[in-house]
């Protein structure tokens, strides 16, 4: 499997906080059967450090990757950047202030939780005008999606809608819950990714994940959210919806 949204760099965000959590993160990737891992940190995000994009990024991916090589952990890693998506984003991206998964066309974008519908397809609409392919992190978590989880198929025809690990097993709520299965029980959901921020909760460990989306949906529509779709991604090609 491929994880496409993971906060494993150390100090980088609210994710992992020391290198040691960082090794045990990969640890936990790994014996999960995770093969390629994309890290995230956080960017652009109101009120916060903006995190944003500069060479040193790849090279702290770089020298994150020669810690995991040296323990013996069978991971390989990806830059990217989870973007937090507000008003002139589409500047941010024209001035290279934030960076794509592996490079590729795809964007990890995130919403405020209390955004409007009207605004998040705006919001994805800037994105699209710079030529990039938004890929919508954990959809169920937005209110409206909450409140009618049929809204997300809106969302689907400007961004790919990935749904989050820790939503299918409770850890954002009932309703969240609802929403992420009712989200693939439409077949509205084009990837599946752990979110994951430290080895103790929120853990990047997709194993559990994959039985669960194998149980309740099928070992198919599994592989293409935790698999085929995500190895597009890193390679840039072009992925494919059920």
Known sequence: MTDIHCHIIPSA??????????????????????????????????????????????RVVELLQQELDSASIPLRLY???EVFLREGVGELIRRGKVTTLNRSRYLLAELDPPETLDTALALLKEVRST????????????????????????????????????SFFGLF???????????????????????GHSPYRRTPNLGDLHELLCESFSPDYADLLL??????????GVTHKI
């Open 173 to 195: 709520g009932r309703d969240t819950c609802r929403a992420a299965n009712e989200i693939c029980r439409m077949g509205l959901a084009d990837l599946a990714a752990s979110d």
């Open 79 to 81: 830059p990217g950047q």
């Open 13 to 58: 965000d609210d994710g992992a906080q020391s290198l040691g959590e960082s090794l045990k993160m990969a640890s936990i990737a790994a014996e999960g059967n995770t093969k390629g891992l994309v890290c995230t940190p956080h960017c652009n995000i109101p009120g916060e450090p903006k995190n944003y994009y500069t060479p040193a990024l790849d």
């Open 131 to 166: 030529g990039l392919v938004p890929v919508l992190a954990h959809p169920e978590r937005c209110g409206f999606v909450r409140e009618d989880p049929a809204s997300a198929k809106k969302l689907g025809s400007l961004a790919l809608l990935q749904v989050n690990k820790d």
């Open 227 to 236: 698999i085929s779709n995500p190895e597009k991604i890193v390679s840039d």
